[in-house]
């Protein structure tokens, strides 16, 4: 699979257990799940859409054990729009980041139930593809792509103290800097 992840975090996906691959695909989903749940917030036809998001990066914090129903979640989020394809395909900037964050939490609910490191590599790569994008779209050299990296690889240290506080906020910087970045 070519993958924009960085190889030592191919590795040691590929040589680590379930519950190495589930933190590294929650931490992802954490810092991801933002820029869907932010764009799409007060919708009122998309509450049940957010409160599935929401619920399921707080459950893929519980790494030690896989979802039960995270192929039902994985269902769900197939039927957002974000996920469809159209003719037209994906114009503006809030639909863009909007479908990497489902993307993202796709593969992470995938990667949760199978353990699969392949599953999370996709996850990894969406996240990085989305970050490569919003670094192109920003001025005055934004890192996020540098700092996604940084993070896949400090998820596999061995070391989660600490890990979901810096997802939370890089989450939140990222959220900003892609409204930011909406015509207003």
């Known amino acids: 699979m070519d993958t924009l992840v960085e190889a030592s975090v191919v590795e040691a996906l590929r040589t680590g257990d379930g519950e190495a691959v589930r933190l590294y695909v929650a931490a992802c989903a954490e810092r991801a799940a933002p820029l869907f749940i932010g764009l799409r917030a007060g919708m009122p036809d998309r509450a049940a859409d957010l409160d599935l998001c929401v619920e399921s990066v707080r459950d893929l914090w ?94 596999l240290s061995g070391d989660a103290a600490g890990l979901w506080e810096a997802s939370v906020a890089s989450g939140r910087e990222r959220l900003r800097a892609v409204l930011g970045c909406l015509p207003r």
């Open 62 to 155: 519980f790494a030690d054990r896989a979802l039960s129903d995270a192929a039902e979640r994985v269902r769900a989020l197939e039927g957002f729009p974000e996920l469809r394809p159209c003719e037209e395909g994906i114009t503006d900037v809030a639909g863009t980041y909007a479908f990497f964050g489902v993307l993202v939490l796709r593969h992470a609910l995938r990667a949760n139930a199978s353990a699969d490191a392949d599953h999370a590599l996709s996850c990894g790569h969406a996240a990085l593809t989305a970050m490569d994008l919003l670094d192109r779209n920003l001025f005055g050299g934004a890192a996020f792509r540098a700092e996604e990296e940084a993070l896949q690889a400090r998820s």
